[in-house]
């Protein structure tokens, strides 16, 4: 992906604490009501048939399979190397998942089952889910995972220091991170949106993140309460969206966490084509994080194709 | 004006029945309902009018309710099943009033129905614990082995259910397939949902865990096709269902190798007769384990 120079009007946003607070603290308050309204209007598009086949298609391409478990073995990682590959074994017409998502000591791992497809290695980093770690330790954590083979990185933001309201010290940590993956390795930004309370600070650091060299932003970790909704992803996405307008850069996004059923996948596509269009219906610049996800996909898919309904029989146990 | 004082006559509270799925009382998905009438074409109630969207979801419904239901122990299903007994009892007059509109029926006929449906739904409970010891148990083989035999639930049941005895019916081809740790999704009688629609009600608030019985109400044809072919449906019973619907589902049904219950020929007195364990039987498996018991050999038996 060829990055465009972040335009001139943004260029002295980010010299100092104080103008790139007043940048952020500047940008228009978000509608709370208005925005949830919104989310809410658009979840009740009714996609059928061969629509609906192409969206769960779509939909698959765009998983990045995840397992982030303490009880993480290689031979679980390699079972769901060979998922994303071949999502379902018994119909090769299936789309393979855009990327696995592992923790960066299982990445040598993801790598040699994923070896030969288009599908991606991405590793959590950077003290992954708390991000309470020295900026040392995280730097060291995102050079191992890179080092392994890594193709794609998803940070955590300091959430700490972003509340105290320390933009400059989460913004210089970004661009050390991104400076960290080399020139290869694309870098999503995690926010934990669950944990920023408000939609303004979410609109904030979807902004803090893009300025700092983010090439996706991503809702959350999936390890707290409140995930990926509906609103909190429309509102990146207008994010995303007014940030090319005004830069020309184009920025992923990516929610995770809390997406299970086929349903909720369709409602966040329908998000991304009515607020960005087009240019993000692909998997370079939308992505799921989920785990379950695929199998209710899956068996969506066995639906469309067979006409009966089918069963976690059918699909893998993860 | 006159000084008269008038009653104010109440307004009627006209009943909305719902579905039963999941333990929660949702609407027909599809916004659909449909007129009940009685013998005489009396318009009575509306009912929902399912549609497959429904059935599916009760299939989710039942498959999330079965591992905690069939892990339950058996004496703690009759206790639940000893307790809807106990709510129908409460609720008898209802009941009483519902059949008799349904089916034609006099009070008193309506009311020994009813009766004979609380009975069987008692009988039913009393056998949750009771059903291995009479079709499982120990098997002699040739060899040094313990070698056991125990009935397991099938898993998630479709029931369709009588379309003429209303109550009494409902009860005989529901009691059984739960009693022994399925769970079901019931169609109700087409033409005379009512009962089988007041039942959920009497389910929901007798300690049975939501969707161990999730009941549907409408065209039987056209909710009992997906569930046939459901490939997370692992039986099917085949009650309510005339000749050439019964076909179709069984082709449908042999899919995924479901078990299938066809219609059984009933007798004279309707569903009154002693039932047997025969519906039980139908949706259990039977799981057998080997276990050795030690050397045999040259010490002899060490046991």
Known sequence: ??????????????????????????????????????????????????????????????????????????????????KAVHPDPTDRTTPATAAVCVYPDMVPAAKEAVAGSTVKVASV????????????????????????????????IDRGAFLAGHYLKVHDEITAVKEACGGSARLKVIFETGELSTYDNIRRAS???????????????????????????????????????????????????????????????????????????DNHWFRFGASSLLNDLLMQRQKLATGRYSGPDYVTVD | MSDKTETVARLSVFKTYKLYVGGKFPRSESGRVYEVSDQKDKWLANAPLASRKDAR??????????????????????????????????????????????????????????????DRWVWYAGWTDKIAQVVGGGNPVAGPFFNLSSPEPTGVVAVLAPQESSFL???????????????????????????????GEVLATSDLPGGVVNVLSGRTAEIAAPLAAHQDVNAIDLTGADETLATELEVAAADNLKRVLRPQPVDNAGWSADPGTGRMTAFLETKTVWHPTGSLGASGSAY
């Open chain 1, 1 to 82: 992906m060829p990055t465009a120079p972040t335009a001139h009007a943004l260029t002295d946003v980010t010299s100092s604490d104080s103008s790139l607070r007043r940048f952020l603290h500047g940008l228009p308050g978000v509608d709370a009501v208005g925005l949830e309204a919104r989310a809410a209007s658009l979840g009740t598009r009714s996609i059928k048939t061969t629509a609906k086949a192409y969206a769960i298609d779509l939909a698959i391409s765009m998983v990045d399979l995840t397992t982030l478990e303490g009880a993480d073995t290689p031979g679980k990682v390699r079972a769901l190397g060979a």
């Open chain 1, 125 to 156: 980093a950077t003290a992954f889910p708390a991000g309470r770690a020295a900026l040392d330790v995280k730097l060291a954590d995102v050079r191992d995972a890179v080092s392994a083979g890594a193709d794609e990185i998803d940070m955590v």
């Open chain 1, 207 to 281: 902004w803090l993140g893009m300025l700092a060299g983010a090439d996706f932003i991503k809702t959350s970790t999936g390890k707290v309460a409140v995930n990926a909704t509906p609103a909190n992803t429309l509102l990146m996405l207008e994010a995303v969206r007014d940030f090319r307008a005004q830069t020309g850069v184009q920025v992923g996004v990516k929610p995770a966490g809390g997406i299970r059923t086929s349903k909720d996948a369709i409602k966040f596509l329908v998000l991304v084509n009515e607020t960005v269009g087009e240019d993000w219906l």
């Open chain 2, 57 to 118: 979801d009760a299939v989710v419904a039942a498959r999330k309710a079965f591992g905690a239901w069939s892990g339950a122990t058996a004496y703690n299903r009759g206790q639940i099943l000893y307790r809807v007994a106990e709510m129908l009892e409460g609720r008898r007059e209802q009941f009483v009033r519902e059949v008799a509109e349904a089916e034609g029926l006099s009070k008193s006929k309506a009311a020994a129905q009813v009766d004979a449906a609380i």
């Open chain 2, 169 to 199: 019916g409902l009860v005989s081809v529901i009691a059984p397939v739960i009693a022994t740790g399925n769970t079901a999704i019931v169609i109700a009688s087409e033409k005379s949902p009512l009962p089988a629609l007041s039942l």
